[in-house]
């Protein structure tokens, strides 16, 4: 029975791949200039040095347009949505409270679930297994294959893997952590889009005696391998815990970014709330605007929704006087560096956490 299920599980596994997104031979592509980066993409434009106009970093020339292009670009990024992805046919999840950590998946037309292993009379507690992860956080999926983070140390690499759990490879490897620096699992993105990957993640650090956070946004292509820090944004204390809030999103060309401002004294209770866009393009990284919190006693940000046109909305949750948690949707006007509630409610702490 065991080894029927397995077999049932490659049939059913080979059938959950999103549509393809296949790119164009790397002959065909529309690349005017070199990939290959010496700088980070922040010394473009918040250092004052403009980009070059005419290099096209775009993986494709498919890729040159702002329409949204089914199979190639990620969708809405869910705050902390990181243990969990989808297909069409499938779900895929990373097992937080099991040890070992294994890949699990659920078949949502048949409901089979478990690890994602087809091997016959598998105990799924070695690297053997293709479920098997050891320590990773943060999933996603993209043309076919299924990418997250992972680690057996303090170093953190990207990996993917086929539906169902063949043929896993190491792409890059994302950072080396200073031994003084401590994970902050809880703000982990991932997401890939137009053959790129972009993974923002955040540490933590005692300086001086004060918490100080920093958040780190890196790009890493598919198809090369190559690397490129896009943010390194060093945060300080927001109220009475370690900030680690970080939201993304992509629209056509364009990487969305909200984080608040590191550059600030540590000691205030609120920091400005900094909104910018990356544009895969050019690699140029633009500030859109700086705006001012909304409410005192921030305790967290979260979401970050923006729609074709471009509006901009993103989430606070704060605690009022009476010691009631405060869910804000706000939405940014960036000319006038400020922005507008759209609706506010009495929340729990899991509510933070709504799709909006």
Known sequence: MKKLISLLL?????????????STEAGDTDVTGSND???????????GKKPNPNVNYLADKKFDTDEYL???????????SCNGCETQDAYYMIGQLLLPKLMQFYDKASGISGPLCAKPECMHNSADCNAYLGGAYSICTYDGRIYWIGGTGSDDYLYSCAADGSDRK?????REMPPTHQKNYGGMTLFCHRDYCYCAYNTSTVENGATVNHNYLYAISLKTGEKFEILDDVSGMYGTGPRFDF?????????YILSDDGSVDETVDTQPIILRVFHSKTRELEKICEIAPPTDNIISMGNLKVTPERDIYFSTWHKDDEGNYIYNVEKAIPEENRSETVFTTDSSVMLRRIIF
Not at 170 to 174: F, K, Q, S, T, V
Not at 247 to 255: E, K, L, T
Request: proline share 0%; with cysteine.
């Open 170 to 174: 190491e792409i890059a490897l994302l």
């Open 10 to 22: 490659c049939a059913l596994l080979a059938l959950s791949l999103l549509t393809a997104c296949s």
């Open 70 to 80: 089914e199979g190639c670009d990620a969708g809405f990024q869910y705050y902390l």
């Open 247 to 255: 939201g993304m999103q992509a629209v056509g060309n364009d990487i």
């Open 37 to 47: 980066s010496g700088s980070t993409a922040a010394e473009n434009t918040e250092s």
